[in-house]
């Protein structure tokens, strides 16, 4: 190893751990230079030091107009100037931040020039279907959306005896459906025998790949007869005890073919009443409940 290497890389190693990257230099033929940052990498345990990215037109055959930054083909707010030397902070970057970064120069009488850098980070699923409850003949969707970038190649899987097989799609009935960070899986005329398990979305790129698992219950189409059963069967029970009620209190009515006295018949009606009023209460909510289920 040469005497002056050795210092030279230990001198490159420290500068890159502040945050601050190296300078490459961006031109087309016999137009603007453009020195930009190196494309970084974010590690994995999220825990990213603070990041500056720059830029510095070099050289150019008029004077430019104004700078501004995009990310992913949108202009960042409020980074447009009038400076050559141009530069976005990130503080300690996550996944969300990552992407595709661009500095951009306009001129009076010329095309605008720019330079691209990308900041790289594994996938990581932040949102998902948890669960899906359809009767048998609707349509299901679940889905995954995750941050990273480059933009993850999306997979879908099925739980097949404890193991994620790939989806059969024999029937036709699984529709998929990828845009850059987002994914759905749409299951059209449910089976109640062969659809319902654990759905795995995987999310991989060049960085990393992660996955999350969904659940899809399926019940049968006859599944919203049985809370009416319910409330029926409520009702007919309701119905034999308030007859049973009366004619067990029938006897006391008449006494000796003469009505009950005053006093007896606010008695009962007083005992009677709220008992059937209370019984009928608590059926009828408890059918609603039912119904609501």
């Known amino acids: 190893m040469l005497p002056g290497k050795r210092g030279g890389e230990m001198m490159w190693v420290s500068f890159a751990l502040t945050g601050a990257l190296m300078l490459h230099s961006v031109s087309s033929q016999n137009g603007p230079s453009i020195s930009s940052s190196e494309d970084i990498t974010l590690p994995s345990d999220q825990h990213s030091p603070s990041i500056t990215l720059q ?15 995009m990310k992913n083909g949108v ?14 902070f990130l503080a300690k970057p996550k996944g969300p ?15 605008s020039v720019n330079a691209t850098i990308n900041i790289k980070a594994g996938p990581d699923i932040v949102g998902h279907k948890r669960s899906d409850n359809k009767n048998e003949g609707q349509k299901a969707l679940l ?21 994620y097989m790939d989806i059969d799609n024999a ?37 990393g790949t992660s996955s999350m698992v969904s659940v899809l219950r399926v019940r049968s189409y006859l599944a919203w007869l049985w809370p009416l059963l319910g409330v029926l069967f409520e009702v007919l029970v309701l119905v034999v ?22 006093t007896i018949t606010k008695t009962r009606t007083f005992v009677r009443g709220p008992r059937t009023e209370k019984i009928i209460t608590l059926i009828i909510t408890h059918s609603m409940y039912v119904l609501t289920i």
């Open 55 to 69: 830029c510095n037109l070099t050289s150019a055959h008029s004077a430019h107009v104004s700078s501004y930054w």
């Open 75 to 88: 202009e960042v707010p409020e980074t447009r100037g009038d400076r050559a030397n141009t530069e976005y």
């Open 97 to 111: 931040e990552a992407g595709e970064y661009m500095c951009v120069y306009t001129f009076e009488m010329a095309p």
């Open 143 to 163: 889905y995954c959306k995750s941050t990273g970038f480059p933009y993850p190649v999306w997979s879908w899987r099925k739980l097949d005896n404890g193991v």
């Open 171 to 207: 029937s036709g009935r699984f529709f998929i459906t990828n845009l850059d960070n987002y994914t759905e899986l749409s299951i059209v005329n449910l089976d109640i025998d062969s659809d319902p398990g654990e759905y795995q979305c995987n999310a991989t790129n060049t960085i």
């Open 241 to 262: 005890i308030i007859v049973v009620y009366e004619k067990r209190k029938k006897p006391d009515d008449i006494q000796d073919g003469k009505p009950t006295p005053p």
